[in-house]
């Protein structure tokens, strides 16, 4: 079965502060994709980047940056000089690469970090 | 872009009634619809995967009498909650996916609330 966990239930920064939000997740899929959301207070759900499972390479946008490590099968993610915009909740998701039978695959969520950026 | 609407954005109903909820995928075509409910502060909970032309499934405890799911095309998906309830009171958010194993795309989501 496939679990993710976000540890940090809140989190709340000064603005221009660099947060790390953490993300541990368990597969025994050797195929499958990472995934994070934002989820501002209107309440649509962002997508902010997919990482394939094979591909290891830290990726940045921006403020935005992200540290998959297999072998401690986390997925951080950092926000460089925060922004009150930033304020949110942030989900870590994963999918297997195909469901059974080749249907769709589906994402497992973690609970969630809620980040509070103020001035 | 990738972009999902859904309508209404809120509602509220009496009990009994039942209310039905559109999800759209705007400049692509769907082949799979998910549908979840978020509870506040919690994470989204997995209801139902709908393909277009087929039969929605449903998970394990989601009561697909009560929660009725139509796919009629590539870009909508329609969910009907029938004889609402205020303990169905939630956010419902729906996502679309081009292919098996593309990125799902969100809604903005419906708050339904039930008196």
């Known amino acids: 079965a496939q679990k993710v966990t976000q540890a940090q239930t809140e989190i709340s920064v000064v603005e221009k502060e660099d947060v790390t939000l953490d993300c541990v997740y368990e597969t025994r899929d050797t195929t499958y994709y990472l995934f994070w959301y934002k989820q501002p207070p209107s309440g649509e759900l962002v997508f902010l980047i997919r990482r394939n499972s094979f591909d290891e390479q830290n990726e940045i946008s921006g403020r935005y940056s992200w540290n998959f490590q297999k072998s401690t099968s986390s997925f951080n993610f950092t926000i460089t000089a925060s922004q009150v915009v930033d304020s949110a909740v942030y989900f870590c998701a994963l999918s297997e690469a195909l469901g059974s039978a080749g249907t769709a695959s589906k994402l497992t969520f973690g609970t969630g970090t809620r980040l509070q950026v103020t001035l | 872009g990738a972009v999902v609407s859904q309508h209404p954005s809120w509602v509220i109903c009496k009990s009994g009634t039942s209310v039905k909820i559109e999800c759209r995928s705007l400049?692509?075509?769907?082949?799979?619809m998910f549908w979840y409910r978020q509870f506040p502060k919690q994470s989204l909970m997995l209801m139902a995967t709908?393909?277009?032309?087929?039969?929605?499934?449903?998970e394990q405890g989601v009561e697909k009498d009560k929660f009725l799911i139509n796919h009629a095309s590539l870009t909508l998906s329609t969910l009907t909650v029938t004889s609402a309830h205020p303990e169905d009171s939630s956010f419902y958010i729906c996502s679309a996916q081009r292919g098996r194993t593309d990125t799902q795309y969100f809604g903005p989501g419906t708050r339904l609330t039930v008196l």
């Open positions: 709908s393909n277009e032309g087929s039969k929605a499934t449903y």
């Open positions: 400049d692509f075509q769907a082949t799979t």
